[in-house]
């Protein structure tokens, strides 16, 4: 399964959203992906997410639903600068 390492934008700061991406965690099947890890720069303005993915483009699919969007955004996440920063393959 490969894994992702992800940065986005937030601005209700880390608890606020962890505590949204845990909401999920019984909306994704564990087959498909899970977060491994979750890290926020010191003011609490970015968060960067490694993830294992079995399908990329279910993720993505996945992360483009309104609803998803919606609960996101109320999190104080700017949807709009999530970044793929690598694609981490076999290490």
Do not use: C
Not at 3 to 30: H, R, W
């Amino acid at each position: 399964m490969p894994s992702f390492l992800v940065t986005v934008k937030i601005s209700k700061g880390f608890k606020t959203q962890t505590e949204m991406a845990k909401s999920f965690d019984d909306k994704i099947p564990t087959d498909e992906g899970k977060i491994v890890w979750v890290a926020a720069n010191t003011d609490e303005t970015e968060v960067y997410v490694m993830m294992d993915v079995k399908d990329p483009d279910f993720m993505e699919e996945w992360g483009i639903r309104p609803e998803i969007i919606k609960r996101r955004e109320d999190a104080g996440v700017d949807v709009s600068s999530t970044t793929l920063i690598t694609q981490i393959g076999d290490y």
